[in-house]
């Protein structure tokens, strides 16, 4: 063991004169814990957040989403198949995008209607964690032989408005009917619920709701045509350079866009939420660094004729400042390790047990999400310790400048 770590640990272990520096020296501890336990979980809370809605986001949404300017997409195959040959692209479906009005026998709530092919190739499309879509639109088909009306897949929010559960009538209500501009006339279909989905975000579940591409052209008249297509790729942070090498293929009209420029006011402000959050609670850290930096102070002055005789017998100013920069980072780095286990404590528990609820209409999800992320862990621990190290330098300085002969003698 070295001199200075011997000796600042030892005045670290050892009975104070004054109790009053012990407290500052175990309040400072606690501060440094309570402000690493807060920042961990408050950033693991965010980076949860964000990651839980962009998995939420991409499950109901595109990757690209590619459309035509002023007119819908009349041929689906062969656009499909040069969006399809395009490097890392996994599937493009077709899309019919709509306003529509939902009646049942308990009441009227409006939707945004978007009808898929679930014919085509692809990987499976889930809505929430327990409908795919695809599997559940290809059994709604309709059925004119026996009766059977097309399936409707709703969401829970659309459900507690209209009062249906799975296999109930859902009138359907279009405004682009037939007829001029002057004498439209709205077209009415008879749907059953053929499934309900719940993301658990209510902008979805309580107005997208989603039925077979066949049916939906039917019904506003669009045969062989389509809004636009749903692009899935394999690699989602790639999104924005495939998109535009599917603009260079197919050329114009076309356009497209990835999901990050869809949602970019979103994410853009998790971000700076999880940054202000970051240097908010950084100041928990910095005034208990200041306690760290007071007991030092109090000790140098409680320890004036200790150092004095440390200098006489041959200890250098390094090693004096050696010493209390010891005592120091000992007590943030301890400070550091309890609150390290305190937040991944507390995130396990918010993890395991999400008992805190949101209103889905204000924060988008209903419950708490939480990713405790290795990386955030040890930015926080290393900021910790630096600012913690920064504390002591003015005390261990003003230890190493004291002048043993004023020490022993005023000590």
Known sequence: MSFTWFVGTRYLRARQKQAFI????????????VGVMALIVVIAVMTGFESELQNRILGIESHVLVMRYGESVSDIDATATKIESTDGILSATPFIYTQVMLRSSHGVTG???????????????????????????????????????PGLVVGRVTAERLKV???????????????????????VMRFSVAGIFETGMNEY???????????AQRLLHMPGQATGFEVRV????????????????????FWARDWMQMNRNLFSMLRLQKTVMYIILTLIVVVAAFNIASALI???????KDIAILKTIGATNQHIRQIFVCKGLVIGCLGTAIGGVLGFILCSILKQYPFIKLPGDVYFLTTLPVSLQLVDVLIIGLSTVVICFLATLYPAASASALDPVDGIRYG
């Open 111 to 149: 939707a945004v209607l978007k009808a898929l092919d679930p014919t085509r190739p692809g990987p499976p499309i889930f809505v929430g964690k327990n409908i795919a879509l695809v599997d559940v639109l290809a059994d709604a088909a309709p059925d004119e032989s026996d009766g059977k009306v």
């Open 234 to 253: 394999a690699d989602i942070y790639q999104a924005k350079q495939i998109a535009d090498a599917i603009v260079a293929r197919i050329g114009f009209p």
């Open 205 to 215: 579940d309580g107005a997208m709701s989603f039925v077979r591409l066949d049916v």
């Open 165 to 187: 559960a799975v296999g109930d009538p859902v009138y359907l209500i279009s405004p682009l009917g037939k007829g001029t501009a002057a004498n439209q006339m709205p077209v």
């Open 22 to 33: 012990s407290l500052i020296t175990f309040l400072a501890t606690a501060g440094i814990a």
């Open 298 to 304: 109090m000790m140098v002055m409680e320890k004036t």
